[in-house]
Structure formats: structure tokens, C-alpha cells
């Protein structure tokens, strides 16, 4: 297992359109993230799955976003109808334990031109 | 007013300098804290988890003072390749665990 792994890693999409992003996680940790990160700020949290149950969602998650982990394992990010606004890092953490600390992911840059 | 508050950067320090970094958290449900550094266009990662007694990780010191919702990191004798964004975050564990984090501090060590 080589942590926690995302694809793709760099998303360049004319606004309007559609996005998808993978995140693969490490394999025994139940608990997958996801966050988003712009310049100069810290992650902020997005939306979490504890299995396959999305637990919590941010209020920054607004309608045209949706994130799904149907088996419990890999766990996908949609935006529709991309703004540019969106522009962001999006990161992925998974974790065993949240007391023991989480692993990122490499993170997917989408820029929205 | 942010949940966690960092010092505001860049600090720019000399080789061999101690540097702390100063952080408070507004939420005092919080339960679990943590320093994560990253690197610039990379992912963060877990530099030390902080405990309440204090805890130390070679040139690294980390202090949590709860009643006064107050976290530290001191890096002693800094060194070039310290240079990094060091970000100071607090979990929830009655909220799924979730890390919310501060806006980070850039460290920039220079020869």
C-alpha cells in the first residue's frame, strides 16, 4: 500500500463543465476526507465517509457538488457546472484512528479557466 | 472569528535560530490537536500530535495550554530544509474527527 492516492493529479476545465476526482485511500482505514485548500489558506473541510455513509457534509458544499464512496473504499468528488471560484486544491485524508493523526493525499489541482 | 487563529507570516529566520509559532483555537470542545507542515504545492503531513503534559520530537517542542485554548510549536537550531508552511489544527472527536485548520505560517529559513 503506498498511502493515499489521487487522481487526477492536475484538472485544467473550461467553466460550466463537469469534474470528477478519485481518491483512493489506504486500504484498512475506514474514514476518508475530503478537503479544499486555496492559496495562502488553510484545507477546509468538505465532507466526510466513515464506510460508505457520508456522516457530514459542509456548508461549503454547495448543490452542484457531491462526493459518493459506494463500497467503502475509493470515494469520488463531483463538481457540476464548474465556476471559477472553484479553483482549488482538492485533498483527500484517510485515517484508522482520528486521535493518531490522518494521511493526505497528493491532492488534485483543478484551475476552471 | 476563525476557529483556529495562527501568527500571520512569512517569519524569515537565520540558520541555528529558535522559532515559535503561536496558535489559539476558539472552540473548547476541542479534543485532539496537531501540527501538520507543508510543503509548497505538496499535500500536508503530520509533523507531532500536541498533548496536554507538552511533548518534544528532537528539535521540535510542541505545548497545549487548554484553559487558555492556546497552542505553541518551537523549533529549535532551525534548519534550511524547516522551511515550510506550518499549520496548526484541531480535531473533534464527537464530530467524525474532522481537522480544522488554521491558515498556516510560512517559515523561511535562509543560510
Known amino acids: 500500500d503506498t498511502g493515499v492516492s489521487q487522481n487526477p493529479r492536475h484538472k485544467i476545465t473550461k467553466r460550466g463543465q463537469n469534474v470528477t476526482f478519485r481518491c483512493d485511500p489506504i486500504?484498512?482505514?475506514?474514514?476518508l476526507y475530503w478537503y479544499r485548500q486555496t492559496l495562502g489558506q488553510g484545507p477546509e473541510f468538505l465532507t466526510y465517509?466513515?464506510?460508505?455513509?457520508?456522516?457530514?457534509k459542509s456548508r461549503l458544499l454547495s448543490d452542484r457538488f457531491s462526493a459518493e464512496r459506494p463500497k467503502g473504499s475509493f470515494s469520488t468528488l463531483e463538481i457540476q457546472r464548474t465556476e471559477q471560484g472553484d479553483s482549488a486544491m482538492y485533498l483527500c485524508?484517510?485515517?484508522?484512528?482520528?486521535?493518531?493523526?490522518?494521511?493526505f493525499g497528493s491532492g488534485t489541482r483543478l484551475t476552471v479557466v | 472569528r476563525k476557529e483556529v487563529e495562527q501568527d500571520p507570516g512569512p517569519f524569515n529566520v537565520p540558520e541555528g535560530a529558535t522559532v515559535a509559532f503561536n496558535c489559539t483555537y476558539s472552540?473548547?470542545?476541542?479534543?485532539?490537536f496537531f501540527w501538520y507542515r507543508q510543503d509548497c504545492r505538496k499535500e500536508p503531513k503530520l509533523l507531532m500530535s500536541?498533548?496536554?503534559s507538552g511533548n518534544e520530537d528532537g528539535r521540535f517542542t510542541a505545548q497545549l495550554n487548554r484553559a487558555s485554548q492556546y497552542i505553541s510549536l518551537l523549533i529549535r537550531d532551525s534548519k534550511l530544509s524547516d522551511s515550510a508552511t506550518y499549520l496548526c489544527?484541531?480535531?473533534?472527536?464527537?464530530?467524525?474527527?474532522?481537522?480544522?485548520f488554521g491558515q498556516g505560517t510560512e517559515l523561511s529559513v535562509k543560510p
Open positions: 489544527v484541531v480535531s473533534f472527536y464527537n464530530q467524525g474527527g474532522k481537522l480544522i
Open positions: 485524508a484517510s485515517s484508522l484512528d482520528p486521535q493518531a493523526g490522518y494521511t
Open positions: 465517509f466513515q464506510n460508505e455513509a457520508q456522516l457530514e
Open positions: 472552540n473548547s470542545a476541542s479534543q485532539s
Open positions: 500536541v498533548y496536554s
Open positions: 486500504s484498512e482505514h475506514n474514514r
